[in-house]
RNA sequence: GGGCGGUUAGCUCAGUUGGGAGAGCGCCUGCCUUACAAGCAGGAGGUCGUCGGUUCGAGCCCGGCACCGCCCACCA
């Protein structure tokens, strides 16, 4: 190390992250580290495709999460030697993004209608081009080691190529289709969206009972409903086949009230005769199960509430025009008018609303596209099943598998601007065009003998959703270039939400063995959830969101690594604050014992020249915290991974090992310096795939005192493999025993009340070996010399004597107490060998270990009773 | 209505195959010891949600219950 680089390291006494950060970064970006060549197999390789953040994301606490695992596996990989490619990119987000261009339209006074289609997207892009990327500049300060060189978008040319041939290939399939069918309709976005894309929240309404007057009698069928609007939509009334009280009616009809209209009454198994009086007014139009039994039964469907969330004119003139809300009150006057409410109850149920835009979904049947999912789930479900793609932690896979065997057509068109535009035209005469292309199209139609000049294209975009499903494959070159594909398709694992294993996990291994033959992924990590402190969501509506940058600015990218893996345990887990700081510390921590052993250790090769015992001790310690921190980066155990490192780092190195060896590392002794720089090299590697800034900052200097071997840099170091040959039990025993003993003879110390500076007078029993014990004098200040005097109290072969800094009254009192101890001890020892049933079924080894316990503590009862 | 997770120190959480309860933070006592005072040494603090069972022995295994949370579900 130069003069002037020791200067540096001798100057900063405390690791600056915000100083460090951003050249550290610059450094990697320009070595091109993260930006591997398109060679190899898939086997030999490893890759990762980032789950994509919106475009108008902000990086917050779950990407954090979710990128700093995923690098710190990636780090490892890449460390391990493997050609690692971790793929970035964004979505383009259909709504989200298309509502946030229409906010910033409002703002101005103006709406995307009066801008027009073409005009409106355009904005899109210009919003995406200023915007659009500042969640990768935040990736980037979390230290993510992707290719940045490599993003990709969802709507980028390659990447709407892909999405059309795959609509096209499913069309042809006969899996995408064309349907009348009922949907959840967004009012907020004025678009139909998917099943997942509802969330039920519990709702108090009123539950409304309504007299149905039997037709050619006198007698009224009762029926309750939620929305009494939707009455005016009824078709028919159903009951219980087996239900008695009704079983007369069925064939029958009864008159509909306000309406007029004749409805049939009919039996159906899924009405509840329970619930309310055991007749259900069936409404097709306006509610999903209502349009089942109405499909079955071939029952009118009439629709009353249209897309723009007000009631069309079947609903009759004195309702036409009202929003549906209106239209409630509207309803119910008249009913009352007509003496048909017989009465209103309190009433707590589930209701859809859309998850996007937060509005009340609204049932409706409506023209869509939707894609036929049976057909994909089979060998989707056949994947999981036989672990061909592993999902831990593995209740989840049940989840999957529950799902997948009931899968749905999903609805895949949406009525938004921005997307991915249906690959689909419309010619005369009803004839449909899909295409990969417009010219294809025409194509197409000029062979049909349409003329393709009267086609028009569909006018809907696709659910965002589908463009994601194909994610993996798509970003690496599918279908046009093949070499990345080749080289790093399947990806190795995927990280994710819980929330998303069906929106997206699932769809990608359908589409991945659908179109690439493969699973796109052989493992998926369903991480935590980070709750706010309070235990509530973090949400920035709630204003309980927690800003990782803010966390970086404040303690480093570092520190929120550290903190997030070491919280990130169980399913669902709370922000903790604490953890975060222990990481800045942890850094701070490994910034300054690296400091100790730079400055002062000379230039000597690295190696474990393991010459005492000690040596042997944390060169076995550091072995195995490399095995337990490797496998459980191995096995997606994060939380165990950073503290299992923790505690190796702070007590064993930090605590023991460097105070132990302080005065060798002063003296300048070659031995001790190649063995703190080795343990110091491989420690830094070992953490570098969880906090790699300030490993990357310190082996900056460490690879200077190492001599010029090492010019690359820690991010391409190998990552420490156990190494069995260094496991030394023997060493762990007995520098163990001298550990606990200083313990003993601090705490005594203490308890006595002894000045933290003095040195007490001891010696060593006759026959003990002096040389461990003079390790333990230091650490314990005590003094061999001019052993002289009585003794005071014995632990092990070490006595302490008699002196001015010792208070003889407090030492009796302190013998006392132990007596009591020990006495309890015997006492509770004894009883338990005392125990035939224990002495016979325990393992003898256990019995074996109380009766040595017993021996040890009479002995120490016995040996307290002479003083 | 089904499924899943949780309940351990004041707080946030660990506790591998059942053999005397742990960490970080906070708290108390004492130390500016030439890597780090955001540090060091020591300490106090827990009937492991509850009831029952299995066992010589249960935080851990089995069953019931309570509370918290999440996911799924077409009972109006």
Redesign the pocket.
């Known amino acids: 190390m130069d003069a002037e680089r020791r200067k540096s390291l001798e100057a900063r ?2 690791y600056d992250p915000s100083e460090v950060e951003k050249r550290i970064l610059e450094r990697w970006l320009e070595g091109g580290y993260f930006h591997p060549p398109a060679d190899g197999t898939p086997a030999e390789n490893f890759s990762v495709a980032i789950p994509p953040p919106n475009v108008t994301g902000a990086l917050h606490m779950g990407h954090a999460l979710n990128g700093t695992v995923q690098d710190a596996l990636i780090r490892m990989k890449r460390m391990e030697g493997r050609n690692t490619l971790w793929m970035l990119g964004t979505d383009h987000a259909g709504i989200a993004t298309q509502a946030v261009v229409e906010r910033e339209l409002r703002e101005e006074g103006a709406s995307r209608h009066e801008l027009g289609r073409d005009a409106f997207v355009e904005r899109v892009w210009a919003w995406k081009e200023r915007y659009g990327s500042q969640i990768v500049e935040q990736y980037k300060r979390l230290g993510a080691s992707c290719d940045y060189e490599r993003e990709r978008f969802t709507l980028d040319e390659g990447y709407v190529r892909a999405v059309y041939r795959v609509f096209a290939q499913l069309y042809e399939k006969g899996l995408i289709y064309r349907d009348n069918y009922m949907v959840n309709w967004d009012v907020g976005s004025h678009s139909a969206i998917s ?2 894309e ?3 929240r ?1 709702l108090e309404d009123v ?1 409304y009972s309504i007299d149905y007057p039997v037709e050619g009698t006198e007698a009224v069928l009762t ?5 009494p609007e ?1 009455m005016l939509a009824d078709t028919a009334v ?1 009951v ?1 086949p087996d239900d008695e009280r009704y079983r007369e009616l069925v064939g029958g009809h009864c008159i509909l009230p306000l309406v007029g209209r004749r409805l049939p009454i009919i039996a159906d198994e ?12 069936i409404t097709p139009g306006h ?4 349009f ?2 109405g499909r079955e039964h071939g029952l009118e469907e009439i629709v009353v509430i249209g897309e723009d969330g007000r009631m069309t004119a079947a609903a009759g003139e004195r309702f036409a025009g009202m929003h549906a809300q209106e239209a409630q009150a509207a309803v119910l006057d008249a009913l009352r008018a007509e003496g048909r409410l017989r009465g209103e109850e309190p ?1 707590v ?4 609303f859309s998850h996007r835009t937060g509005e009340r979904i609204e049932p409706l049947i409506s023209l869509q596209w939707f894609c036929r999912m049976d057909e994909l789930a089979k060998p989707a479900i056949a994947a999981v099943e036989s672990d061909r793609v592993r999902i831990v ?1 593995e ?2 896979k ?2 999957y598998l ?2 997948m065997g ?1 899968i ?1 057509p999903w609805c895949i068109s949406r009525q938004l601007w921005w997307g991915h535009r249906l690959p689909v035209w419309y010619g005369p005469r009803e004839t449909v065009f899909v295409a990969e292309s417009e010219a294809a199209a025409r194509e197409a139609a000029a062979a049909a003998g349409v003329d393709p000049a009267e086609l028009r294209r569909d006018e809907d975009v696709l659910d965002t959703w589908f463009s994601s499903a194909i994610w993996p494959f798509a970003i690496l070159g599918w279908p046009e270039e093949d070499a990345l594909l080749r080289a790093f398709y399947p990806t190795d694992f995927l990280t994710t939400a ?2 998303i ?3 997206w996990v699932s769809r990608m291994i359908m589409m991945g063995l659908e179109f690439v033959g493969d699973v796109p992924f052989d493992d998926v990590y369903v991480h935590s ?1 980070i ?1 706010a ?1 309070s ?3 973090m949400s920035k509506s709630l204003g309980t969101g927690i800003d990782p940058l803010d966390e970086i600015g ?2 480093g990218a570092d520190a929120l690594r550290f903190g997030l893996l ?2 990130s ?11 975060v ?2 990481g ?2 942890l850094a ?10 730079l ?2 250790a000379p230039e000597v090769e690295p190696a474990p020249r393991a010459v005492r015992l000690e040596d042997r001790w944390i060169v076995s310690r550091l072995e195995r915290a490399i095995d337990a921190v490797s496998r459980s980066l191995g096995s997606y ?1 994060f ?2 991974a950073a ?1 299992d490192f ?2 190796f780092l ?2 064993e ?4 090992y ?2 132990i060896v ?1 005065p060798r590392l ?1 003296d300048g002794e070659p031995e001790v310096a190649a063995t703190l720089l080795w343990v110091l090299e491989q420690t830094l590697a070992l953490a570098h795939p969880m906090m790699p800034f300030v490993t990357e900052e310190i082996y900056s200097y460490l690879a200077g005192a190492a001599g010029g071997e090492r010019r690359e840099m820690l991010v391409v170091h190998r990552f420490p493999a156990l190494d069995a040959a260094l496991v030394d039990e023997d060493a762990e025993r007995e520098i163990d025993a001298w550990i606990k003993l ?2 003993q003879l ?2 005594w ?3 006595v009340g002894v ?3 003095s040195v007490l007078s001891a010696r060593v029993a006759a026959g003990e070996a002096a040389a461990p014990h003079e390790l333990v004098a230091r ?1 314990a200040r005590l003094s061999y010399d001019g052993a002289e005097g009585e003794p005071l109290a014995a632990f092990g072969p070490v006595e302490i004597l008699a002196s001015a800094e010792v208070d003889a009254e407090r030492v009796r009192r302190r013998v006392q107490e132990r007596r009591e101890t020990l006495a ?2 015997i006492g ?2 004894e009883s ?1 060998l005392a ?9 003898a080894d ?2 074996e ?2 009766r040595g ?2 021996a ?2 009479r002995a120490e009862l016995e040996e307290l009773g002479d003083h």
């Open positions: 006494t405390r099943d997942l509802v969330e039920n519990e539950l029926v309750a409903t939620v929305r939707t159903a219980h899924r009405v509840d005769p329970e619930f309310g009086t055991g007749a259900l007014k509610d999903p199960n209502d089942e039994i009433y149920h589930s209701v859809p932690p209740q989840h049940r989840v529950d799902w009931r749905r819980r929330e294993l069906f929106l959830v709750l402190p235990g509530r969501r404040v303690h070491a919280m345990s169980t399913e669902l887990v709370r922000y903790s604050a604490d953890r700081q222990q800045e510390d701070n921590k490994m910034w300054n014992a690296s400091r100790l052993v400055l002062n155990d939380a165990h503290l923790y505690g702070w007590s190195l930090c605590d023991w460097l105070e302080k002063y200083t313990r601090r705490r110390r203490d308890l000045a933290p500076g650490l309890s001890e509770r020892a338990k125990n035939q049933g224990f002495v016979q079924n325990a393992p256990v019995v270990e109380e316990k017993l040890a503590y």
